[in-house]
């Protein structure tokens, strides 16, 4: 059954399509290339925001954002690490500013 490139709610366009590149597999992908297109800019621009954390036992609502810089370094060292781990794209890293080996440092 063929498939055809989605974004979470609606098909790719043929206009989307037309400036798609191959890009290398992923280990999860069982040696199949991808596809790689350019992102567009959604409705919203989350960095705006810059990083926030929040105590989802203490505000569930998300109302008061924490202010821990060890936090927020541990945390970027595990997404990092995760990233890692399920093969995420050097793109990825690059966007969220984040090394693609190496150690996670404060302040970069």
């Given at each position: 059954?063929?498939?055809?490139?989605?974004?979470?709610?609606?098909?790719?366009?043929?206009?989307?399509?037309?400036?798609?590149?191959?890009?290398?597999?992923?280990?999860?992908?069982?040696?199949?290339?991808?596809?790689?297109?350019?992102?567009?800019?959604?409705?919203?621009?989350?960095?705006?925001?810059?990083?926030?954390?929040f105590?989802?036992?203490?505000?569930?609502?998300?109302?008061?954002?924490?202010?821990?810089d060890?936090?927020?370094?541990?945390?970027?060292?595990?997404?990092?690490?995760?990233?890692?781990?399920?093969?995420?794209?050097?793109?990825?890293?690059?966007?969220?500013?984040?090394?693609?080996?190496?150690?996670?440092?404060?302040?970069?």
């Open positions: 059954m063929p498939c055809m490139p989605a974004h979470m709610r609606s098909l790719f366009s043929p206009v989307e399509l037309t400036d798609w590149t191959p890009a290398g597999p992923f280990t999860f992908t069982k040696g199949l290339r991808t596809i790689r297109v350019e992102a567009v800019g959604g409705r919203m621009n989350p960095w705006r925001h810059g990083t926030l954390l105590d989802l036992e203490q505000d569930p609502q998300q109302l008061s954002p924490l202010v821990d060890e936090a927020e370094l541990r945390m970027a060292r595990l997404l990092a690490e995760a990233m890692r781990v399920n093969d995420a794209p050097a793109s990825q890293f690059a966007r969220l500013g984040l090394p693609v080996q190496g150690e996670v440092l404060a302040g970069v």
